[in-house]
């Protein structure tokens, strides 16, 4: 299994290549430190696997390099490597036909593990997003895992309102802005109100209308 890890940072990269050599059948063949320099050793090396970093912000992203790469190289599967585990960033891989999604703080063995299943064929997505969740609204361009009552609700919520606040610009009972804020909190892997907010932020559900 011949790979190229992709990352701004020398050593996270070294630190890759490092946990690799515990599997004797994977090759290393390259390493690149930005997404331009990703696309010319991929042409070069037409590795098995790349290890893509998503954020390198002296060169081009990881989705960028990765779009170029599966239209110029076709054997070749990607792995975004990221610490990004927000539905918009997963979306957007799973759009552009991304064949891997793992987060960086996941053991070698998941890492090794992922990169066989995806050099089989598989699509290997390990975030809080299940996997037919994701694939149900990336049938729709700018769907969300959330229903819009549930979108609208977040939004309350991150602006401050109370549950009976929410509950009355809704014209809903309390109880049931409970209910919706239980499926939201599980729907999305969250633990609290501030993972909520965060989550909010950062998939731009504070400026809905």
């Not at 290393?28 to 912000?57: C, F, N, Q, R, Y």
């Not at 919706?180 to 109100?193: G, S, T």
């Amino acid at each position: 299994m011949n790979v190229i890890i992709v990352d701004d940072h020398v050593l996270i990269r070294k630190g890759i290549r490092l946990l690799l050599e515990e599997f004797p059948e994977v090759n290393v063949v390259a390493e690149a430190s930005d997404g331009a320099e990703a696309i010319t050793l991929a042409i070069k090396h037409i590795p098995d696997i790349i290890l893509m970093d998503l954020s390198m912000p002296d060169g081009l992203d990881g989705f960028t390099a990765s779009k170029t790469i599966l239209e110029e190289v076709k054997q070749t599967k990607i792995i975004l490597l990221t610490m990004h585990d927000e539905e918009i960033y997963v979306k957007r891989a799973w759009e552009c036909g991304i064949h891997g999604y793992l987060l960086k703080n996941s053991q070698a063995n998941e890492l090794y593990e992922t990169m066989k299943r995806v050099a089989k064929g598989e699509r290997v997505y390990q975030t809080k997003i299940p996997m037919e969740q994701l694939k149900r609204v990336s049938k729709e361009r700018g769907a969300s895992i959330l229903t819009k009552r549930e979108q609208e609700i977040v939004r309350l919520t991150s602006l401050g309102y109370t549950n009976m606040q929410i509950a009355q610009q809704l014209k809903i009972s309390p109880k049931t802005v409970e209910n919706h804020k239980a499926n939201i909190m599980q729907k999305l892997a969250l633990r609290d109100k501030h993972d909520l907010v965060t989550y909010a932020i950062k998939n731009g559900l504070i400026g809905l209308l």
